[in-house]
């Protein structure tokens, strides 16, 4: 009873019409997987031409179209890209920029040769004039002086309310820029700034803002503001006059911040009188967080008349007044 196997012959695939494009050799036959014996395929003549692989000088123009292509998209993007691009640099940024860079050199040359001068004359200093320290100060104007001469125009209004270097005073002003401390030494008074502990570590500027008597701080501790009053006060009774930002820090944005009342309470404790000082010019310069440049323009100082009384609180609404009229007379905002 033995059984036959019967072999189904494949049907036969439909055949394809792909065009009239014609082969120029024929396709090598495949072979389909099958359950015995291995049954041949040819496929369409037509079809073999269409997915025949193309020879190459036709890969060769592709390429070369597809290159041209690219380059070009490229190109096209790159300039896109450089005129939108937050980081492109205007003519006038690349001048101010370009401008910061002289301003430091030229600073930093006239900071080593006067600081030798400041080293030279201080035990001098300390023998004959350790707090008000005039010999130093004189250093540092021409210091000052030499340096914002050649980039900015310097004003000056109501020089007759400073008092004389002799008379003890408790100044303040607005703070908009690191130009501030410049424009200021140019005064030739022998005040005392307060500085964070951190500048001090900086070679040469560092080291001469100890010699001229800058009084340190550390931020956020209230120790250190503390014995930072208690300095003012020894020094203000001792002949020397000191200088406040009352506000602070620099103004982010050109306008006048909230006063603290360190300085009105050394003035009342001293009964020294307050000196207002208003700056103008000097954030738009050089605004506070972009001290790498320096744009063109000028700086106008005006000195207001001194304040005198015995209440902190009194004294320093006073202070701003003064100083927030001038910022709004001349353009500025307070907050």
Known sequence: MGGQLLRPRPALAPRLHVGTTAASSSPQPHAVAGGGRGVECR?????????R????????AAWRRRDTVVRSDLAAGGAAAARDSPHALSDHD???????VCFYAVTAVAAI???????????????????RRRAQHYIAKIWATLTISMFYKLEVEGIENLPPNSSPAVYVANHQSFLDIYTLLTLGRCFKFISKTSIFMFPIIGWAMYLLGVIPLRRMDSRSQL????????????????????????????????????????????????????????????????????????VKVIIHHPIEGNDAEKLCSEARKVIADSLILNGYGVH
């Open 227 to 298: 014995d930072c009053l208690k300095r003012c006060v020894y020094l203000v009774k001792k002949g020397a006059s000191v200088f406040f930002f009352p506000e602070g820090t620099r103004s982010k944005d050109g306008k006048l911040g909230v006063f603290k009342r360190g300085a009105f309470s050394v003035a009342t404790k001293t009964g020294a009188p307050v000196i207002p000082i208003t700056l103008l010019g000097t954030g738009k310069l050089m605004p506070s967080g972009m001290e790498g440049i320096l744009n063109s323009g000028s």
């Open 94 to 100: 690349l001048f101010s920029r370009v401008r910061g």
């Open 113 to 131: 040769f006067l600081f030798v001068a400041m080293v030279v004359v201080h035990p001098l200093v300390l023998l004959f004039d350790r707090y």
């Open 43 to 51: 496929p369409h003549r037509g079809l073999s031409a269409a997915f």
């Open 53 to 60: 692989r193309p020879g190459p000088q036709v890969v060769a």
